[in-house]
């Protein structure tokens, strides 16, 4: 006979009950999901953890401790925050790209107006500068890497 | 007479062995510190990935283990698996800036070459767009988030 425990029920050996906090979020189909979650959060933060939330909001909440605990498996020093941070460095590096664009269009800009006295830019968002300017600014919004 | 516990020992109500594995990286002078991780992680844990990494890894991973405990503490359902979809949305949003930026700078290019006969642009970088295609290429390494 089939067993009808969950993946977290069957990791610890246990009964699965019909209320069962796992079953859900942790099929008895993938049992590395939950030994993962296991190992970095343990069963019992993992179950109050969903049980604290609204049903509706557990599976996303199992999913993203699943993330986190793959990643922690996988970079055992920096676990996910090493994403962030690299996440952190694209941005840099593409807002630097972003200066770089916009020196090359200011140059194009005034060289052609000045010194060729042609109107060169009717296509040109009057609003492009003021747009780039609040695109640098959004980014003191993110979330702030603390250490 | 101060107490010469560090803060997980202190937590736990326990003597704080020379050897602790905690008193470094969770100092008496902040029991919040030692708080989140223990909240979300659990005492044990903490100290067993600790124990598994070498002595000069410890103090990052005690960094990285408490950001993701305070972010879990503020987003219960996303912790920092929120911040990393957050930050993949502000490049993404960086890359149709750039997107348009090259639109307007082939306009201004074309138009100025073809129509005007002008050699307006002796200090655009002729390797400008392959830095581009490689940019957005770039972005093809960064961690995939699989929910």
């Known amino acids: 006979m089939a067993s009808t425990r969950c993946a977290a029920c069957k990791y610890l050996r246990r009964r699965c009950p019909s209320d069962c906090i796992f079953s859900l979020y942790f099929p008895s189909n993938n049992p590395q999901r939950f030994a993962y979650v296991h190992k970095i959060f343990g069963a ?20 993203s401790l ?14 996910c925050v090493g ?3 690299i996440l952190h460095q694209e941005i840099h590096n593409v807002q630097c790209q972003i200066a770089k664009i916009q020196a090359e269009i200011a140059f194009l800009g005034t060289h052609a107006q000045s010194d060729q006295q042609l109107q060169i830019a009717p296509n040109l968002d009057p609003n492009f500068l003021a747009e780039q300017k609040g695109l640098s600014n959004s980014f003191d919004d993110s979330s702030t890497w603390f250490f």
């Open 44 to 63: 019992s933060n993992v179950g109050k953890m969903l049980q604290d939330l609204p049903v509706h909001r557990r599976a996303d909440a199992a999913d």
């Open 83 to 85: 994403i962030i941070n």
């Open 66 to 79: 699943y993330y986190e605990a793959h990643c922690r498996i996988k970079d055992p020093v920096y676990g």
